[in-house]
């Protein structure tokens, strides 16, 4: 009994340090080769809106790791999602930092962000090792591809956030690829269509609210 309190307890610290206490990373905040160039009140926004929705990615990645290392019977594999989820502290640390340079905010939804991932990662934990391993290989695959996205979107003159989003992307692609070889399972088609869909909508509402 007191094991289970401890663990909900502690949970529920990992939560609230996620989504209100200040991250700190572990790696310096990746630097561009080339200052930023000038950013009028148009581009600042926009680059805002892109770094909320990637500190969004970051809350949720937490939230997944969690719920999977809190599932998980393997020492070994839970080892495996502990130490990920510091890296992707290192993320969720440089873009809330971005954040404030930009003079954005994060999502004012973040809780729900957090709570609809940590179920997420509930379900996939108690689907099996071997699936929820494939759900954080596919969950990173997309985090790649949707980062790639925003290296294109980004303001021309923004180098900062680009060096930011650029050192993300390729720990994504790491841990998917990690994933991979601790013997994720291939997801079924129509679960990587509904995460997809899933994380469209997260995107397109993370970049307003």
Known sequence: ????????????????????????????????????????????????????????????????????????????????FLEASREETDHLAWTRQRLRELGARPSLLNPLWYGGAFGLGLVAGRAGDALSLGFVAETEQQVEAHLDSHLGRLPPGDHASRAIVTQMKLDEARHAAHAWSAGAAELPGPVRGMMRLASRVMTTVAHRI
């Open 1 to 80: 009994m007191n094991r289970s309190i401890d663990a909900l307890l502690g949970l529920a610290d990992d939560a609230l340090r996620t989504l209100f206490a200040r991250p700190v990373a572990t790696r310096e905040t990746p630097k561009a080769a080339t200052p930023d160039g000038p950013l009028d009140e148009r581009d600042r926004r926009e680059a805002g809106a892109l770094m909320r929705v990637n500190h969004v990615g970051e809350v949720c990645a937490q939230a997944l790791y969690t719920a999977q290392a809190a599932t998980t019977r393997d020492p070994a594999l839970r080892t495996h």
